[in-house]
């Protein structure tokens, strides 16, 4: 279960205890927050096991979407994906902002920037992922947090990005301290590169708001 499902759990563990004690001020049956709260993790436990937390995490993404500051967080994070992937040769194949879009497009999950990584793929398979591939691999993972921080001071999301890098090092048999390392320089590279195509990235920041095919969100990057 995700963090977000989880925080949301405690939170209805909460306010199911709040309104128990409270119940009796309002003549509220103790049964009512009770059930709310059992009915409450016995979906959070289906939708774990039976829909893979889709269910929790488009719950949560549609709320979060009322909020501006985070649909705008998204929106630069994944824009500084597909600028740094666009800028190292990684062809991006497709996006979505939210979880819901990514359902529509048959891609479950939290949505994000998709890449054309068969190369790559083929290359870890035979343990032979050159220096250079993983290099730019990680900046590209790593060009979310780089540009929330660039905008903000600091980066919200990225949980699973640095986690999809520390796998791949791991399996590589990257040493903790050297995969930390070269993190630490993707994420300089990305940050530099970001600042060095700032009018690309805010032409690419309206191409993805307004939803544009990716041949024409590469064709504004160019342009920019």
């Not at 805010?202 to 544009?212: F, N």
Request: net charge neutral.
């Amino acid at each position: 279960m995700s963090q977000l499902a989880l925080n949301l759990v405690a939170i209805a563990i909460f306010l199911g205890t709040f309104t128990s004690l409270l119940g009796p001020l309002v003549n509220l049956s103790p049964f009512v927050p009770a059930l709310a709260t059992v009915s409450l993790l016995g979906l959070a436990t289906l939708d774990r096991f039976q829909w893979q937390g889709q269910g929790t995490s488009l719950v949560l993404d549609f709320l979060a979407g009322f909020a501006t500051d985070h649909r705008e967080r998204v929106l630069r994070h994944e824009a500084g994906h597909f600028l740094v992937a666009h800028h190292l040769g990684l062809p991006v194949t497709g996006y979505a902002l939210t979880v819901w879009e990514a359902l529509q497009q048959g891609y479950p999950g939290q949505g994000g920037v998709r890449l054309d990584t068969a190369a790559l793929e083929a290359e870890v398979q035979t343990g032979q992922l050159s220096g250079q591939s993983l290099d730019r691999l990680c900046a590209v993972w790593m060009a979310g947090i780089a540009a929330e921080t660039l905008a903000y001071g600091n980066a919200q999301g990225g949980r699973d990005d640095r986690e999809k890098w520390r796998a791949l090092s791991s399996q590589l048999g990257i040493a903790p301290n050297l995969a930390l390392q070269k993190e630490r320089l993707a994420l300089l590279r990305a940050k530099t590169l970001l600042q060095e195509q700032q009018a690309p990235y805010e032409a690419l920041l309206q191409a993805l708001q307004q939803r544009l095919p990716v041949e024409a969100c590469v064709a504004r990057l160019r342009e920019g």
